[in-house]
C-alpha cells in the first residue's frame, strides 16, 4: 500500500494522457545528426543490447563515506541494477521501465524496498552508460532533443544537446510536466563525439521541484570494440556523492529478467 501511494503521481499523470492529442515532438535534424555521430563514436558500430560493469566505487552520504564494491548493470535502455557492496551494508537501486511505464526502487543496509517517486524515473535508467542512454532512443518519435550551441567544459569545447520526452497524448499540463521530468542534457567532447557530461534533475517524493544532478564520464578506454568511460561520477547539487571505476566491463551478457523486477 505505501508503494502504491508513493506511485499514484505517475499513474494520475499517466490517466490523463488518455484521450487527448498528440503533442508536437521538436526534434532538431542538427541535433539528431550530432547525437547519431555520439552514438557511433561510443559503440563503432558494435550491436550493444546489455552490459555488466564492475567497478570500485566511493560513495558519500552527508559526512559518512563509504567503500566497496560495485556491479552496473542494464539490459536495454529500460532496464537497470545498481549494486553497491559498502562498508555499512549493500545499498540496490533498480530501475524496470517495461510497458512504458517507469518504475524504480531502492534499498539500503537494512535491506528495505522502498519505491522510487515515478517523477525521478523519466530519465535514463542506465546513467552510467552513455550508449544504453536516450542516445540509442532517437528512433522513438516521442523522443525530443535540441541543439544548444557549443561551451566550454574544464577548458575543452563541448557539444549540449538537450534531450526530452513526450507523451503520445496528454493535457497540455501533464505533456509540459513530463516533458520537464524526463529532460537531460548531454555534452559531448566537439572533437571525438564521446559524452563528457549528462545534466539532469531529481525530485523529492510527490514534488517536481529539481535538484541537480551531474554525471560526469571520463578515461574512456576500448573494449571489444566499443569506447567505454572507465570513470563515472555523479554529483548532487554540486557536490560528489558517487565515483565509480570501472574494472571489468563485460558486453551483450545474459542477463536475468529477475534482476531487474520490483515487488
Not at 48 to 67: F, H, K, N, P, T
Not at 123 to 141: Q, R
Not at 159 to 175: E, H, M, N, W, Y
Request: charged fraction near 15%.
Amino acid at each position: 500500500m505505501r508503494q502504491f501511494w508513493r506511485l499514484l503521481p505517475g499513474l494520475l499523470i499517466l490517466h490523463s494522457l488518455v484521450g487527448a492529442q498528440t503533442a508536437m515532438v521538436r526534434r532538431d535534424p542538427q541535433a539528431i545528426a550530432i547525437a547519431v555521430k555520439a552514438l557511433e563514436a561510443l559503440t563503432a558500430g558494435t550491436s550493444i543490447q546489455s552490459v555488466r560493469l564492475s567497478a570500485s566505487a566511493s560513495y558519500r552520504a552527508g559526512s559518512d563515506r563509504e567503500l566497496g564494491p560495485a556491479i552496473l548493470e542494464a539490459n536495454g535502455i529500460s532496464n537497470s541494477r545498481m549494486e553497491l557492496d559498502l562498508n555499512d551494508g549493500p545499498r540496490i537501486w533498480t530501475r524496470n521501465d517495461a510497458a512504458n511505464f517507469p518504475s524504480g526502487q531502492w534499498s539500503g543496509p537494512d535491506g528495505k524496498p522502498h519505491a522510487m517517486s515515478a517523477n525521478n524515473c523519466w530519465t535514463d535508467a542506465a546513467w552510467f552508460f552513455p550508449a544504453l542512454t536516450v542516445l540509442d532512443d532517437l528512433s522513438d518519435p516521442r523522443v525530443g532533443v535540441v541543439y544548444r550551441g557549443v561551451t566550454s567544459l574544464a577548458g575543452v569545447q563541448a557539444i549540449a544537446l538537450q534531450f526530452f520526452r513526450v507523451p503520445s497524448g496528454g493535457t497540455a499540463a501533464s505533456t509540459q510536466l513530463i516533458q520537464n521530468l524526463s529532460s537531460e542534457t548531454l555534452y559531448l567532447n566537439a572533437a571525438s563525439f564521446l559524452p563528457m557530461e549528462m545534466d539532469f534533475n531529481v525530485h523529492p517524493d510527490n514534488s517536481d521541484t529539481g535538484i541537480p544532478v551531474r554525471v560526469s564520464f571520463s578515461r574512456y578506454e576500448m573494449q571489444n570494440g566499443a569506447v567505454i568511460p572507465f570513470h563515472i561520477e555523479e554529483f548532487l547539487q554540486g557536490v560528489r556523492f558517487l565515483d565509480l571505476s570501472v574494472t571489468e566491463v563485460s558486453l551483450n551478457p545474459t542477463l536475468s529478467g529477475s534482476d531487474f523486477n520490483q515487488p
